[in-house]
Structures are given as C-alpha cells and as structure tokens.
C-alpha cells in the first residue's frame, strides 16, 4: 500500500491512520529529561558509511548469483503483436527469460520482458536480442497537447479525469464579501527523483522461501504486494534492506524489476539481481506530477480571506496527478472554498510520491497567490498570512490542532532574514541585479502510525538490542533510536545494537510521509520505559530501597537517596536470566484533535535582469515539528530538503520530445541538479515545542515538511524583486528573461 | 575546435569522452577550462595508446601491489566493483556527470565510471577502503561524520576522495575554492551545506597531515 496515494475511498493511507481508533493511550507523558534526545547526536553508524562498508543493495553479491535485464518498450505507444524469446534463450550465458507483458504498452520504459545470464553484459546483448513486433499507436506526452479534444486517447478511459472536489461555504457568497479579488495560474514542471543509488533487486529463493534485497523505502509494502503478485504465501517472503541510496518517494512499492528477478531466480535455480541503470531511472520509475493551479480568490481591503476558487490539472503520465489542495483547504482562515483538480494522463510512465507530493505543487501556487494579492491590497505579505492564521484545521472550520508553532516560525524566520530588508513594494529594487525577499508557509502531516511495533532485548550481561524492521532513508533512524534507549536505561548511544530493515523483525510503516520517527521512535521508547520499570524493581530489591528511589545514570542504577549505593547495569541485568525482549508500542492518536506540522521558509535572492539568472543568497529555514529527536540529522534533513527545493526552483525539469515521445534528459548531465555553486546560506531553526498528545515523545516526522515551502518562497522572492512573480518553476533564465521583456518593450 | 564545442554543448556521451582524450590536444584542452576537476584529471591521461586486447596490470591498490586481467573497454569502477569487490566505490551516474565513483589514482580525484582501468597500470589507486587504517578514521572520514556532511551516504565515499585531493592541492582552500573543487559532485539529499562545513573545518586545520 502506497501511504500517500488515496484508496478506492479517497482517503490516503496516512488519512486513514489518523481516523484509527487509539489503540492504547501514551504509556508517559512526554518527558524533557532527556540527555541525548533533543540534543546532537553523532550517528552510531557513521563508520560503516565513512569508510565504504555500509551494505547497500548496490553492493550485495551472492553466491553464483546472476544478473537480469530488461527489455523495455521503445515506443510510447503500441501494441505487441508478436514476441519470442528463443534467440535470447539460445544466446551462451543465458539462464533463464520471461515473458512480464503481452497486449499494449503505453510509455516509453514500460517492462516486455527480461533474461538472467552470467554477467551484466550478456544479459544486456540477450535483452536485444529478443524478438518483437510492435503494431506503432499515436500517442501524447504533453498534458496540455493531451487535455486537447482529438488528443490520442492513453488509457480506455478520458485523458482528463476528475481526481479531487471540496467544497465548503458558498464561494458566490465569498466574492459578494469581497472587496479585492484576482486570479492567477502557477505551474510547476515534472521532476525526476533521481536517487543516488539507482532502483535494485536480488531475489534469491532458498528453502521454498523467497528472500529479496531490495533499494526500498517500504519492506513490509513490498513483501506483501509481491506475495500477492506470485500468488505465494507473505510468511514465506522476507525483504532487506539495510542501507539505501536515497529515495524521495520513488521507492514506496513493489517494482516490476523485483518481480522480474523472483521469476528469473525461480527459473534460473539462482539468485538474479537486476540494478536499473540511470536512464531507466529516468524513463520507468516515477516522477513528480506537474500542476497548472488557477487561484481565484478574494479578501476584505484589510486582508480577511474571504474565499478561494482552485481549479488544478496535474500530469501523472499513465498514473494520476497529485492532488495540490490540502494547503489552500487547511492553512488560512478562509470560510468558502472551491476546489476542483483533475488528473491529466499521458504515455509518459506514472508518477509516484515524490517528497511532500501535492504539498509542493499546491504551497507553490497557495503562497504565490497570498503574495500577489497582499501586492494588491499593499500589504506586508507576512502580515496577510498572520491576519488569516487559524488554529483550526480546515480553514479554521474543522478541529483544533494539538500543537501548532507556526506564528513563532514566522516571528524566528523574519528576523533571521532581516524581513523589514525587502522592497516596500515589489519591484522597487534598483540596478541591473535586482535583489529582493519572499517567504512561504508550511503544513504537512507526520504524525506516525499507531501500532508500530519494537523489540528491545535485554541480555544478561546487559547489552541491548534494539529490533525493527523499519528503514533509514539516511535520517539516522538508527542514531536515535539509540539515543532514545540509551536515555531511559542511562547507556550511551553506542551501548545499543540497532537491528532494522528486515520483514523478520517487528512492523514498521514504510518510511515515507514523514511517518518513521513518530512511530518508530514512541514504539521504543515505550519498549525502554517498559524495561526500566522491570529492571528498577530489580535494583531496588537489590539496593534495599523504594523503586521510585531508583535512577539510571552512567550505566549505573542508583539509589538517589544514598548515591553511594549503586549498582552497575549488568549486575541488574544478570538477574534477568535469560534474555528478555520488551515489546515496544506507537500508542494511538487522541481523536478530535489534528495533527500537523508547520514551517516558514523566508529566501533572499538575486535576479540578473540582463542574463535572468536567479541567484539564492540565503534561506531561513524555520520548522515546529514538537520535540527534536536528534538535532544533529535534523538539521541535515531541513538543509536537504531546502537544497532539494532550491534544485527543483531553479534547474530540475523532465522535458520531452513531443514529436518522438522521448526524453531528452536521462542522465545526470542533461537532467539539471544543483551543485555546490548553487548552494546558499542555509539558516535552521527549530521551535522549541512538544506536542502534548501526539505521541510519548511529542515529536512530529520532519522528512517532508523543509521540501515544501522552498520553491515558493524563492519565486516570491523573485516578485519582490521583479515585481513580476515568475509563477513557473524551474525559473530557467529563460523563463525569467521572458517575464521582462514585454514590460521593459512597454513604451 | 568549433565542432567540439558544438559536440560539448549537445553534452558529451562515454564514447565521445574517450575519443577526446584519444584525441590528445583537444580532450585535454576541453577539459582543462569546461569540465570539473576530477574529469579534467581523466583528460590529463590523453596519450596512452588504446587497449585493443585484454592485458595484465600491475598496481598500487590501497597500497598494496595488485596484479589483474583487464579487457580493452572496462572503466576502473568496473575493475573496482565487480571484479575486485570493493563496493565502497559507488556507480551512480555511470556518464561522468556526479562523482560517486571518484577515487585516487596517483593523488588525482578521477571519475572511475570514465577512467579506462588498463591506464592505472604502474599507478597508485586510492579508494575510500583505503583511507582508515582499520583501527582510526582518516581526518576526512572524521570530519564527514562530525557535520553529519551525509544523508543517505552514497554519495559519500566519492565526496571524501574528491575532498581528500582538493585538500592535498591546497591545504587551507577558501570557500569559493572549496565550492569550486568540489562542485564536480552531486548530493542528491541536498547536504552540501553539511560537506561545506566539515571541509571548511578540515581547512583551517593547517599543516594537517592529509
């Protein structure tokens, strides 16, 4: 299950969690005693990464393993009328083949076939090897050439299709209150994820049982929709993944490859590993749905909201588009609301998650909108959003937030960028390099998932194992999950042995959504209370005094009445006997309350009105995400996700060939990433909060939240120095040498 | 030169890369002023005649004397990863355009998805499993997890190299050079503000044996 794309109900997974009934209440409040949570914690397995032993599946050899391929289709559109394996099948080296589509393929990348062989390269020359015909059908890969009335049709159904309404108040009544309104478009262009380590699988079947090394995000997501597809018990499937070369919501589900390498290994009698190349990056495993958003909204002459009318079309290639509304429908205070957004397809392959999905798109548009119209109304932009702040979700209509620091993120983030530096009114800036300042808001979920699961296991010479099976994208899971242990039981981080990335250990969500450390982090956390409670009774019998006397400190348990009567961890331990598993719960969320975070992302730019670069002098980052669990990777995570955005503001596009339906930009040359040139001042901040219901330790997840607001921020920076906002993104030179030229043309 | 400029601006395939550094003058003189650091070294290599069967080798690997087959078109990462097993180089990219499979050789950050493996012989190769002597973390390594200058990581073991060679060029690089030396790498997690701060750590302690 995908935690971000709605089900038949229209609710997405994380919706739903957050209907769930609690399963159980918060073992303990929210603590502050903490020596390592809260605090930077240097990650407990920087060594293996430093030093290049870290075992990606990039990097796992088998025993007479062999290597798959792919044949992919090459056309857009077409209709296999014959397809032979033979000449492959018949190639020296060649182990195995099989046949993974008959009937019509609709993109470019879409999986035929595939061959295990001996090596990588034998595999390569088997796949091309293959015989098929191809009966050519028309085709479209734009979303606007595709919305047109004798547009190729891609699926057996409309290419434009209802994907979201809501509607709350009456927005004929909004515009009778208004007193200012206008309409603007944003777009937002199709990006590609692009991690680091490429898409890869090894399946190996051993004992009847099917074991998978999979790049993933998502294991249990992956092993039970693979036993689905093989038609094969889940209890004899076990998925790994140890470390990952990033991710970004592109590695949330089961690929065709996994599938393709479990038959080849079936078929073969060895394990197959298929490693996708970077051009299949490019062309077969996702992308970030692009968004044409019409805002059509109107306000009061002193800034009350009065309603919003947001009409979206959103290219997902053969998938759906993002739904973009949940920040127009939650953030402002805003009583009536329009919202229609339809997905557009294309024979282009179909999207999937890309981090923060629809949040990007729609902040993007939202918060362009709220600065042209605070132009209009000649208002502090900031001012505006702060006249429209509510601690209701649904626009002030719905339930109160449990927690909600936004107001301080904007009071920290302003002063940080030095708000009352920019243009009184945008475009005031003088000289051939114009700079100015915009900011944009935040919201998101990322309040876990209840019923998330942990081990702790108790040795009796007193070493500790922590067991999981969730994942580390690269956020450092494993460091505060040590962290948190090592707190309550008055260890060190590196006294605990973190076990994760196995369908073998206890459940964990997949990790995306901002889902793992509110869940994880609370499940063991409830495991350690649970082990202190047991093992203080055992000192305290031992120390001769009341268990509430007992403290943990300094791998010690001591009697804080008599400090000198102490005992070390394994003396206590020791009477344990055996090895003790205390099992950990992410309890369950308190209705009637939402759950959100928050952010403020203020940038500062400068636009070269003769060459339209956009240059990013400095972001502040300002995020409330309760309590902070490792400083340390958080503070990575808020500069990543800013960078990531700054990218996508200002370089990363998936541009086509509408003639041949091909990709013009597969590899990393072409296919525009930042580098360190592009890279600003970075400022993060954090507000000091803990959220009193959300979970035992107060936090929320903060893996989408500094991704989103950044493009939006920076494009308003550009309205404050232009005062022309760019309403596109990437702003490419040629974009924002455009946006001049009919002003400065004007006589 | 103009049709290699033409040729540059359409941006340049393996094959085409490699015909430029047969090409002696013109592969070195493209890259000395278009292209990063670490390719510009590859391009440095213009000169050694084409590999037209599978020869014997003999290097430095990590110190220590390595005698191996090569056949004509396989690229260092090759040799490293799959036939040599050290996995901490990293294929990413496999086009030259990233730094994930940046390793040493004679000193020089190279792009080994780009360097024919049959030109390290008499070398010195330097890979990210060479660099802590099993028991202490080399300066660099240190410094990348006292940052936390990573996320995911994979990106990791070609971006200490490359620090590691813009370090050995200049002990105490400014920002911009800094910047400069290192923007032939990508971090797609987007932490080079973490790399820039260890480095910039590492920089300014001088006379540091690198």
Redesign the interface.
């Known amino acids: 299950m995908n935690p971000l794309r709605p089900e038949p109900d229209g609710l997405t997974y994380l919706e739903q969690a957050a209907r769930q009934e609690p399963v159980a209440q918060p073992v303990s409040a929210p603590t502050k005693e903490f020596k390592y949570v809260g605090q930077k914690v ?2 407990v397995d ?2 293996l ?6 075992p ?1 599946t ?2 796992i ?1 088998l025993e007479g393993m062999a290597w798959g391929k792919i044949l992919r289709s090459p056309y857009p559109a077409a209709e296999i009328t014959a397809l032979d394996l033979t000449p492959a099948l018949s190639r020296r080296g060649v182990l195995a083949a099989v046949k993974l589509t008959t009937g019509r393929v609709r993109y470019i990348g879409e999986p035929i076939a595939a061959v295990a062989a001996v090596d990588e390269a034998t595999a390569e020359e088997a796949i091309q090897s293959i015989k098929v015909e191809y009966k050519v059908l028309p085709f479209v890969v734009s979303p606007e050439k595709a919305m047109e009335e004798n547009a190729p049709q891609v699926l057996d159904s409309p290419n434009v299709q209802k994907l979201f309404e809501y509607t709350r108040g009456n927005i004929k009544e909004g515009e009778a209150q208004a007193e200012v309104i206008i309409e603007r478009t944003y777009q937002t262009s199709i990006e590609v994820h ?5 898409h890869a699988s090894i399946a190996q079947w051993k004992n009847g049982r099917l074991i998978i090394w999979d790049s993933t995000q998502a294991i249990f997501s992956v092993r039970d929709q693979i036993a689905r597809s093989l038609n094969i018990p889940a209890s004899q499937v076990r998925v790994i993944k140890k ?4 991710g ?1 919501g592109s590695k949330l589900g089961l690929n065709d490859h996994t599938v393709a390498a479990a038959l080849l290994a079936k078929e073969a009698g060895r394990p197959v590993k298929i490693v996708l ?2 051009r299949e990056n490019a062309y077969c495993v996702g992308n970030r749905p692009s968004s044409r958003i019409t805002i059509r909204g109107g306000a009061k002459r002193d800034g009350t909201l009065t309603f919003l009318h947001m009409k979206n079309y959103t290219g997902g290639g053969v998938g759906r588009g993002d739904r973009c509304s949940e920040p127009l429908i939650d953030i402002y205070r805003c009583p009536h609301v329009l919202v229609e957004e339809y997905s557009v397809f294309t024979n282009t392959c179909a999207s999937r998650p890309t981090r923060a999905p629809g949040h990007v798109q729609g902040t993007f548009a939202l918060e362009g909108f709220l600065e042209e119209l605070a132009a209009e109304l000649k208002m502090d932009p900031l001012e505006l959003r702060r006249k429209n702040y509510s601690d209701k979700n649904l626009g002030d209509t719905g339930i109160p937030y449990s927690s909600k620091g936004l107001l301080e993120c904007y009071r920290l983030g302003a002063e940080a960028i030095g708000w009352n530096r920019r243009n009184p009114v945008p475009g005031q800036a003088k000289g051939k390099i114009k700079r100015g300042i915009g900011m944009a808001t935040q919201i998101w979920w990322g309040a876990g998932v209840p019923g998330t699961v942990a081990d702790l296991k108790v040795y009796p010479d007193g070493s500790i194992e922590a067991i999981c099976g969730t994942q580390d ?4 899971t494993r460091t505060y999950i040590a962290a948190i242990i090592a707190d309550v039981l008055g260890l060190e981080p590196q006294d605990i042995t973190v076990r994760i990335g196995d369908t073998d250990y206890p459940w964990a969500p997949s990790s995306g959504g901002s889902q793992t450390t509110p869940s994880v982090g609370p499940a063991f956390l409830d495991a350690a209370l649970k082990a202190a409670k047991e093992l203080k009774a055992i000192a305290s019998k031992k120390l001769n005094c009341p268990a509430e006397n007992v403290e943990i400190r300094n791998r010690r348990f001591i009697d804080k009445s008599k400090p000198e009567n102490s005992l070390s961890f394994s003396d206590v331990a020791r009477e344990l006997r055996r090895v003790t598993v205390f099992h950990g719960e992410r309890a369950g969320l308190p209705p009637g309350f939402a759950y959100n975070s928050f952010g403020a992302h203020f940038a500062e730019v400068e636009v070269d009105t003769e060459t339209g670069r956009v240059k990013v002098l400095k972001v502040v980052a300002a995020h409330e995400v309760g309590r902070v669990v490792n400083r ?2 958080a ?3 808020v ?6 955005g ?2 996508a503001s200002l370089f990363e596009e998936r541009v086509m060939d509408e003639a041949e339906g091909r990709c013009v930009n597969t ?4 296919y525009k ?5 592009d ?1 600003p001042e ?1 400022i993060t901040l954090f507000v000091d909060s803990i959220d009193p219901r959300i979970n035992n330790l107060g936090s929320k997840g903060l893996g989408e939240p500094p991704r989103i607001p950044v493009a939006a921020a920076i494009a308003n920076a550009v309205f404050n120095a232009l005062g022309v906002h760019p309403a596109i993104i990437p702003m490419t030179p040629e974009r924002i040498l455009r946006l001049l030229r009919p002003k400065e043309e004007k006589p | 030169m103009p049709a290699d400029k033409k040729r540059f601006k359409k ?2 395939s393996r094959r085409d890369f490699l015909k430029g550094i047969g090409g002696g003058a013109v592969g070195t003189a493209l890259s000395a002023h278009l292209l990063p650091p670490a390719l510009a070294s590859a391009g440095a290599q213009a000169g050694s005649p084409p590999l037209l069967s599978s020869k014997r080798i003999t290097f430095s690997l990590n110190g220590k004397e390595t005698t191996v087959e090569v056949e004509p078109a396989e690229t260092l990462l090759h040799l490293l990863r799959d036939k040599l ?14 730094g ?1 499979c940046t390793v040493l050789v004679d000193d020089q950050a190279v792009y080994s998805c780009l360097y024919p493996a049959f030109r390290v012989n008499g070398k010195h190769v330097v ?3 060479g ?2 002597n099993g028991k202490d ?1 080399h300066p660099v ?2 410094a ?3 940052h ?1 200058a ?8 070609g971006f ?1 190299l490359a620090t590691l060679a813009l370090l050995r060029q200049k002990a105490s690089p400014s920002v911009e050079e ?3 030396g ?15 701060a260890a480095v910039k750590a590492l920089a300014s302690q001088k006379g540091g044996a690198l």
């Open positions: 240097r990650r920087g060594h990464v430093v030093t290049g032993k870290a990606y990039h990097d050899k692009h991690p680091a380590e490429t470390y990952m070369g990033g970004f190349s970077r994208l690269g956020g450092g340390q990777t503070e990575s995570q500069v990543g996700g800013m960078t990531q700054l990218s590899n990393l040359h072409d990433i930042a580098t360190f040139l890279i970075i | 941006g340049i097993q050290l996995t901490g180089t990293k294929k990413v990219c496999d086009h030259g355009s990233c994930g890979t990210i499993e660099l802590s973390l390594q240190q990348y997890i006292d936390d990573y996320q995911c990581g994979f990106c990791t073991p200490i800094i910047r400069a290192l923007s032939g790498n990508i971090c797609r997690c987007g932490n080079q503000a973490k790399i820039l």
